[in-house]
Nanobody
Framework: QLQLVESGGGLVQPGGSLRLSCAAS????????RGWFRQAPGKERVGVSC????????YYAEAVKGRVTISRDNAKNTVYLQMNSLKPEDTAVYYC???????????????????????WGQGTQVTVSS
């Protein structure tokens, strides 16, 4: 079965950086759209950044635009989220996700959760605090 495993979370000071990774097994995910979502305590899960098949087709939430970069290495079935200039409000559990890509799916559609997302990782905690 499809498995997604996040890594790279941890404690970082405001203004610091982290790089999250999400490795997939069970399938070759070349034909999957992939994304990062986060959920802070007491809040709903929201999309952070999503990507289609290549790095030139992406979406970023307004809250993180300019501070994060999503990328993927299809040969390794891995998607990354480079986060810079981190703020306390970035504190959350970060989840990666995958959905089969079709001609109708774009990164914005995935990140706004307008379609069913069936595959989720277990989450990795990111804490931004001094």
């Amino acid at each position: 079965q499809l498995q997604l495993v996040e890594s790279g979370g941890g404690l970082v000071q405001p203004g610091g950086s982290l790089r999250l990774s999400c490795a997939a097994s069970g399938f070759t995910l070349d034909n999957y759209a992939r994304g990062w979502f986060r959920q802070a305590p007491g809040k709903e899960r929201v999309g952070v950044s999503c990507i289609l098949r290549s790095d030139d087709n992406t979406y970023y939430a307004e809250a993180v635009k300019g501070r994060v970069t999503i990328s993927r290495d299809n040969a390794k079935n891995t998607v990354y989220l480079q986060m810079n200039s981190l703020k306390p409000e970035d504190t959350a559990v970060y989840y990666c996700a995958a959905v089969p890509a079709t001609i109708l799916i774009v990164p914005k559609t995935m990140c706004l959760m307008r379609i069913k997302i069936g595959s989720w990782g277990q989450g990795t905690q990111v804490t931004v605090s001094s």
